[in-house]
């Protein structure tokens, strides 16, 4: 494969998507969810953060977390090569528990890029994380569906590509992600590349890696490699994928394999404590930020120790649970708390973060699912989120991913994102004229001002309804889910797949042909 041919192809594409992304198009889209052919770069956040922790807050859980790194340590678990990599590097290793000096992790991270760019392979789609940076990508994970016909079933890989379209269609959504939905209907030791080929294939926006085991990984990486050339992957980011700790205060050895390979590779890996408090952390919130730090400068600075410089995220994924029951809760103010706190740790070690998305326990798109996101969301903005895993399609506690959700969750998306511009002070933002033209007394519907800005002045909805009540019952009374059931099959009967190189797609064919024909089918 030459190397020249993924970057042909990326200038065919970003002459694509100027076409598709430029004018009149890009901004209505800026004032509206959008629809299929406007896309919105990544956010360039200008305003402030939202800072629950004074300096001495701050310090406070540092040295807190400086003590459970030395006197309590991590399990690196079934990981030799772990072990002795911290040995060498002068932790003091007692079986499969590292006991971290002081100091230790953050001098290791001080090699790890504070801002890096994931290259798509349509240049104009490639994302800065870090920074004043925020991107969106979608649900993560879920075994299950609700579809269009309100049907609560397994994924399957049809399913996978339908929301990786979605996403791909989705002007407010920067990222294709990584498992949108599981396709329980392939092997489990196959999956991974019909799901990064989809990834590949149906979009062409940044995409996440497969972490199920470090052989997966390493197909993955193989898999860009064919899409961008050997030296390009080695030498720049193309995968942000997901490591998450086995809470509390355990990485296992696939989680460790996975980062193992991506970190080596120059990819970048998303080091996450996967924290429900009151099971996996303390109840309190300083106990979890605690906990959290700990876990994250353990796994985060044995990516340095792997590859000097390959960048790494520093990742939380905190709920609360019921007391009653043990569930999962969501939208709740204490997980909202740990996410600001996470921020500013994040910030002070120079690292970019990740945490939030649009998370809910409801098991249909209800009130519940709307309050309960809306909550989450708005604190993952606040906060200062460089990447944000979850943005749409999350249902019941990250069991489903959901059609109409999706489409529900990506509406606010956009909506946040007109948020996250913060205060237009140009000349027309001002409107000085339209404040002379009108003077006292009158009003702003005719004057030049709004006649030249109505278009794009306010956020439109694609799946809110501001009629009339009689309008309402006169177009069915349908209820927000329902719109967004027309919409999502409206975009998937319109869609249509971006350009990929013939030869790119046939090499990816026959690898993945090889590599299913070299292997048995396994479902477990």
């Not at 429900?276 to 605690?290: D, F, K, N, Q, Y």
Request: a negative charge.
């Amino acid at each position: 494969m030459s190397e020249n041919a993924p970057v042909d192809q990326e200038a065919s594409n970003a002459r694509r998507g100027r076409a598709a992304s430029g004018g009149a198009a890009a901004r209505r889209a800026a004032r509206s969810g959008g629809g299929p052919g406007t896309q919105l770069t990544y956010i360039k956040r200008k305003i402030n953060f939202y800072e629950v922790l004074d300096e001495e807050g701050l310090a406070l859980i540092e040295k807190n977390t400086d003590t459970v790194l030395e006197e309590i340590g991590i399990i690196f678990r079934d990981d030799a090569e772990a072990l002795q990599l911290w040995k060498e590097a002068g932790a003091d290793v007692k079986g499969e528990r590292v006991h971290f000096p002081k100091g230790l992790c953050r001098s290791l991270l001080k090699t790890a890029p504070s801002t890096y760019t994931q290259h798509a392979r349509n240049t104009e789609r490639s994302v800065q994380i870090g920074g004043n940076a925020t991107v969106f990508a979608p649900v993560y994970g879920p075994p299950f569906v609700r579809d269009l016909d309100g049907v609560r079933r397994y994924a399957t890989i049809e399913d996978f590509r339908n929301f990786v379209k979605l996403a791909y269609m989705a002007p407010s959504i920067h990222h294709s992600g990584g498992t949108v939905c599981e396709p329980v209907d392939v092997p489990v030791n196959k999956r991974h590349l019909d799901m990064i080929y989809s990834h590949i294939k149906y979009s062409d926006k940044p995409f996440m890696g497969s972490v199920t085991a470090p052989e997966r990984a390493e197909d993955t990486v193989a898999m860009a490699k064919i899409v961008f050339g050997d030296d390009f992957v080695e030498n720049n980011t193309v995968l942000t994928s997901l490591i998450n700790a086995n809470s509390p205060m355990v990485f296992d050895e696939t989680m460790l394999g996975a980062l193992k390979v991506y970190s080596r590779h120059n990819q970048a890996c998303i080091v996450t404590p996967f924290i429900l408090a009151g099971a996996m952390s303390p109840v309190t919130v300083a106990g979890t930020l605690t906990q959290v730090l700990a876990e994250v400068l353990a796994g985060a600075s044995f990516t340095q120790l792997i590859r000097p410089g390959a960048p790494v995220l520093f990742g939380t994924f905190a709920s609360s649970i019921s007391m009653q029951s043990g569930a999962p809760t969501f939208g709740t103010p204490e997980p909202s708390l740990v996410s600001y706190g996470a921020a500013q740790l994040a910030r002070r070690l120079g690292l970019p973060f990740r945490t939030g998305g649009s998370l809910c326990a409801s098991k249909i798109p209800d009130a519940q699912a709307a309050y309960e996101s809306a909550n989450t969301l708005n604190s993952t903005i606040l906060a200062g989120t460089n990447f944000v895993l979850h943005s749409a399609g999350w249902l019941e506690g990250g069991l489903a991913s959901c059609y109409e959700k999706f489409m529900m969750d990506i509406d606010q998306l956009g909506m946040t994102q007109k948020f996250s511009e913060g205060v237009d002070l140009s000349e027309n933002g001002q409107a000085m004229d339209a404040i002379r033209q009108v003077g006292p007394g009158s009003h702003y519907l005719g004057c030049d001002h709004t006649q030249a800005n109505f278009q794009t002045a306010f956020y439109r909805s694609n799946i809110a309804d501001n009629n009339s009540y009689e309008q309402w019952l006169a177009e069915g009374e349908k209820t927000a889910p329902q719109r967004a059931n027309e919409l999502a099959r409206r975009w998937l009967e319109s869609y249509e797949a971006p350009h990929l190189d013939q030869g790119i797609d046939d090499g990816l064919k026959e690898f993945i042909a090889k590599k299913k024909a070299s292997m048995a089918d396994a479902f477990t």
